[in-house]
Structures are given as structure tokens and as C-alpha cells.
């Protein structure tokens, strides 16, 4: 048996609108395990500087989310939405993108064993929540695609 065979008779192929969902639970997923980590590192100090930091986070967050990542999950909704209607389950991201997901974990990893968690909490926080609330995108377009499809097929 070929390479190919194999390949074919295992391919997790799955409807294109399943990606947008996946796509979102993994920016969600990721957004909130960095939330959670960069609260560890929140717990030891002093409550005002915990509000300050937190405040300081939730903006950048809200920022970065408006300004940049909306644009970047809206180009993956295009992309995944020019998709065959069956693909590959790991489509939901580009290969640029887990080019960048590699480099993204490495580069915490580093971070990690070089800098007290204080210092990190920004960085990661803001990290986290921009992909929490950037994350919407995806919810919303699989919602807007499944409401047109329904639509659809009450007019047939």
C-alpha cells in the first residue's frame, strides 16, 4: 500500500464550517490557559499593583484584539471559507500559522526560564485575552454561515 492510499483512507476530513468552531475553541483554549497562567503569577503581589497590572492587560488586550487580530481571524475566516466543503480537520490554521505557534511556544518556553513571573504577567495576560476576545470571529462567522444555510434550504 502506497503512501497516498494511506493517506486517503485516513484523512480526517470534516465540513469546512467544523474549522471555524475549532479554530475558535483553540484561540479560546490558548487565550484563557494564558489567562490562567499569568494569574499565578498575579497572586503574590500587592493588591493595587495586581488591579494596576490586570487594568493594564485588559487594555492592551482590547486593543491589540481591535487592531490586530480581528484582521488575522478574519483573514483565517476567508481563507478556511474558500475551502473545499470537506478538508483536512488541521486546516483550521495555515501552515504559516503553525510556523508561528512553534515559534510562539518556544519563545515562551524561553521567557519562562529566563524572567520571574512578574515580569511576564503583562505580556501573557494581554496575549491571552486578546485571543479570548478575538476569538469571536470564528463563532460568529460559523453562526452567520449555519443561519444562511438554514435559510437556504427553507426557500428549496
Not at 500500500?1 to 483512507?9: D, N, P, Q, R
Not at 475551502?83 to 483536512?88: A, I
Not at 524572567?115 to 501573557?124: K, T
Amino acid at each position: 500500500m502506497s503512501w497516498k492510499t494511506v493517506l486517503y483512507k485516513y484523512d480526517p476530513a470534516v465540513p469546512s464550517s467544523w474549522l471555524l468552531l475549532l479554530a475558535g475553541f483553540v484561540w479560546m483554549a490558548v487565550g484563557v490557559f494564558l489567562c490562567i497562567r499569568a494569574a499565578d503569577w498575579l497572586a503574590p503581589l500587592p493588591d493595587a499593583t495586581a488591579v494596576l497590572l490586570a487594568a493594564a492587560g485588559t487594555m492592551v488586550a482590547i486593543v491589540s484584539s481591535r487592531f490586530m487580530f480581528r484582521g488575522i481571524a478574519h483573514r483565517n475566516v476567508e481563507r478556511i471559507s474558500r475551502l473545499p466543503e470537506r478538508t483536512c480537520i488541521f486546516a483550521f490554521s495555515a501552515w504559516r500559522g503553525y510556523g508561528i505557534i512553534s515559534v510562539m511556544i518556544l519563545l515562551g518556553f524561553v521567557l519562562r526560564s529566563s524572567l520571574p513571573g512578574q515580569y511576564l504577567f503583562l505580556p501573557y495576560f494581554a496575549m491571552g485575552g486578546t485571543l479570548v476576545l478575538s476569538s469571536y470571529v470564528f463563532f460568529r462567522s460559523y453562526w452567520n454561515r449555519r443561519q444562511r444555510l438554514k435559510e437556504i434550504s427553507q426557500i428549496m
